[in-house]
């Protein structure tokens, strides 16, 4: 399986973004994608999550700025995206996106980087 994320770059504080991470390969029975993110010197901490359900789970420190979603036209449910408003300079990170099996998710994408300026 391969993810690949893009929708990165620069932005100001209070600004937005819109990630995607698009899996690839042999994605049959893959049903748990999300984001995590690294901030320099900081561990890699979760971000978002969807189920493929449709269930979403959000860490407290983005909750009611950041959505994730699924490309509704996607059958596959291969696609998923990451909206970020009203960001903030902690936002600031490597943003990668996982994907796997309920909490089992071994496959990791490249990392996109997301920078807010004050």
């Known amino acids: 399986v391969q993810l690949v994320e893009s929708g990165g770059g620069l932005v100001q504080a209070g600004g937005s973004l819109r990630l995607s991470c698009a899996a690839s390969?042999?994605?049959?029975?893959?049903?748990?994608m999300g984001w995590y993110r690294q901030a320099p010197g900081k561990q890699r901490e979760f971000v978002a999550i969807?189920?493929?359900?449709?269930?979403?789970?959000?860490?407290d420190s983005i909750k009611g700025r950041f959505t994730i979603s699924r490309d509704s036209r996607d059958n596959t449910k291969s696609t998923i995206y990451l909206q970020m408003n009203s960001l903030k300079p902690e936002d600031t990170a490597v943003y990668y996106c996982n994907a796997g099996y309920g909490l089992a998710r071994p496959y990791w994408g490249q990392g996109t980087q997301v920078t807010v300026s004050s």
């Open positions: 390969g042999s994605t049959f029975g893959i049903n748990a």
């Open positions: 969807i189920m493929g359900n449709g269930t979403t789970n959000y860490a």
